[in-house]
């Protein structure tokens, strides 16, 4: 059980496929073209997956277990670690050297008396000493980043840390699985990295509570768990060195989306609820879950980059220490109040923090923002929370890494979609919380749906901000109240009106549309109302690439898997809908207890259920005593 239990690495990269996967596949790889990575397999059997610079080998094309959409996560957090040492190191006067970056040129303006201007480009590092120290990619940095990758599996990300991001001094691949820490092992010295590499066999937690003192913590620790990773959060807010990075990633969308609420509590101290904001709200659910850690040792935590893409979140956020910056933490989070009617929603902050001359005073906030039912449309609230209510991203450190990309297009086979995410993330409102969606407002008073650009120019004319969100394609974060946002709802039914005659009394649309706007809304197309990252058509929403493309199906401890994903969904698909059906053999097919131990009196005709009916014509044998019935 405990194998089974704390074999992540396993349960994550490694599982024995059937024979005949292998060319769906070669097949999936082909399909997500230029994004996808490479293979080769050898005589002996032995399969070479090619991502990056990296090339990692499996034992045969019966386990493989990759995925390759992920690959823009592990682009993405090479570009991130990369400006992270830059960052390091630059405070220690070394400079970074990123094979392929274009070394920016600044222009230099010269006003001579004679009335000629001259200019001239140089170098931006011609302003440094000559003699300053560089770091390279592939060799040990004294003053360099010390990496730990908890759950590393095959070791494909720690082996592309060590050959493209400079800077560093260490790389801690570890796994608990003795099978996938040999293949750790096998692939450092396939593609020579052991100078920076080292294989490790162990707890992720352990390695982390084992390097908790000041001297001996960890400057970045990566976990990319199967499912949540609730349970390794509290060593990695202890282990993670003073400002070092944490890089976390979540596929238990279900829980963090709404579907499970109370194990979104029991996970993370926070409840979950469906809303079209769901996708956001599951990023701040995380950060409050980190933050609450943190507090715990007098530690906080400073978001650089958080994102939901696919089907996983993944946030990057800095740990710093300092007990008067905690104290702030509780104004930092907000309860949550939904309207299950007409989707509007409200903020409580937990704390409250004013400034008195030089000092801060503490007290809680007071509230609720909401009376007993909607004031819109007369339905009740739902209560979520607590969520991180401040900024998800450094915007400063998002623009570096997006300068980086531009000096550097091909350095990654994700750049387009990379620069697609993180410029629509510089364009996000910072300071609002969570956002609406164009259909749902359209839907909840059943009306046509105004364009994209209609609605942000109503909003711009009425003098608010607002933006989109990388969450959500049809997303729109904005600070107007949500009185003005039904306002310019009502005004474009005005404009497109509907059968209010066939409204029920108790529909939000009835309620809603019984007043009258207090504003006029004008939809008028603003040019600010057509973001930069839309008007440039850069890659924002990647299309699904292939059927199934998602999270794959749980591991065994031993490697193994017992069954697709695939035929697991089939096999359950709607079967909370359909009736029984009359033939119910296939549900009968396990036997019971005694015929396992060579004593069941039914023989081969044994079935759990032990139905009369599938026993041959004559009188019904007695149910036998302690078999199921």
């Not at 697991?568 to 709607?574: E, I, L, P, V």
């Amino acid at each position: 059980l405990i194998p089974q239990m704390r074999s992540w690495a396993a349960i994550v990269r490694l599982s024995a496929l059937p024979s005949h996967s292998f060319p769906f596949f070669r097949t999936k790889l082909q399909a997500l073209g230029k994004a996808s990575c490479s293979y080769s397999m050898e005589s002996s059997g032995e399969t070479f997956i090619h991502e990056g610079k990296a090339s990692v080998i499996f034992p045969s094309a019966n386990q493989v277990f990759y995925n390759p959409v992920q690959e823009f996560n592990r682009d993405l957090t090479c570009a991130v670690i990369t400006e992270f040492s830059r960052l390091h190191l630059q405070q220690k006067g070394t400079d970074i050297v990123v094979p392929g970056e274009r070394v920016e040129q600044k222009l230099v303006v010269n006003l001579s008396e004679t009335g000629e201007d001259k200019v001239t480009s140089s170098p931006e590092n011609n302003s440094t000493p000559p003699d300053r120290p560089t770091a390279h990619v592939g060799e040990p940095c004294p003053d360099g980043l010390r990496i730990l990758e908890g759950l590393a599996a095959s070791g494909l990300r720690s082996i592309r840390f060590a050959r493209e991001v400079p800077g560093l001094h260490s790389v801690v691949a570890n796994d608990f699985s003795a099978s996938a820490v040999e293949l750790i092992k096998r692939n450092i010295q396939h593609n020579d990295v052991g100078n920076l590499v080292t294989g490790s066999y162990g707890d992720a937690r352990m390695v982390m509570y084992n390097r908790t003192g000041a001297k001996d913590r960890f400057d970045v620790i990566d976990l990319d768990p199967y499912g949540s990773p609730s349970m390794f959060l509290d060593a990695a807010v202890q282990s993670v060195s003073e400002g070092g990075l944490l890089c976390i990633t979540c596929t238990d969308m279900a829980v963090l989306a709404g579907n499970n609420g109370e194990t979104c509590y029991s996970k993370y101290g926070a409840m979950s609820i469906k809303s079209k904001f769901c996708h956001e709200m599951a990023l701040r659910i995380l950060l409050h879950s980190l933050d609450l850690r943190a507090n715990c040792y007098q530690r906080y935590i400073v978001p650089l980059l958080c994102i939901s893409v696919d089907f996983y979140i993944r946030v990057f956020v800095r740990v710093f220490t300092g007990q008067a910056k905690v104290k702030m933490c509780a104004s930092k989070q907000a309860l949550l109040y939904n309207c299950v009617g007409c989707g509007t929603y409200h903020l409580q902050r937990l704390g409250k923090a004013t400034t008195h001359g030089n000092n801060m005073k503490y007290s809680p906030a007071t509230g609720p923002p909401v009376t007993a039912s909607c004031e819109f449309c007369h339905q009740r609230h739902q209560l979520g929370g607590p969520i991180w209510a401040e900024s998800l991203h450094d915007k400063d450190f998002v623009e570096r890494i997006l300068s980086a990309l531009e000096r550097n297009p091909k350095r990654f086979k994700t750049s387009e979609r990379i620069q697609g995410v993180l410029s629509m993330v510089t364009e996000e409102l910072s300071d609002v919380p969570l956002y609406y969606t164009l259909d749902n407002l359209s839907s909840v008073i059943r009306c046509n749906t105004p364009s994209l650009l209609q609605f942000r120019s109503a909003l711009l004319h009425a003098g608010y901000r607002v933006s989109l969100s990388h969450a959500c394609k049809n997303a729109l974060k904005t600070d107007a109240p949500p009185s003005v946002i039904w306002d310019i709802m009502r005004c474009w039914e005005k404009q497109n009106p509907v059968k209010r005659e066939r409204l029920s009394e108790t529909c939000p649309a009835f309620h809603i549309l019984s007043k009258e706007p207090k504003i006029e809304g004008s939809f008028e197309i603003r040019e600010d109302a057509n973001p930069k990252s839309r008007k440039m058509g850069l890659k924002r929403f990647q299309e699904n690439p292939e059927a199934n493309w998602g999270p794959k199906a749980r591991a065994k401890a031993g490697g193994g898997i017992a069954t697709t994903l695939e035929d697991k969904r089939k096999q359950h698909q709607n079967k909370g809908k359909n009736a029984p059906s009359a033939d119910e053999s296939h549900l009968k097919s396990f036997p019971c207890k005694k015929l396992k131990e060579g004593s069941c009196e039914l023989g081969d005709s044994c079935r759990y259920s032990h139905n009369p009916s599938e026993v041959t014509q004559g009188e019904s044998p007695a149910p036998l005593e302690g078999t199921p019935s």
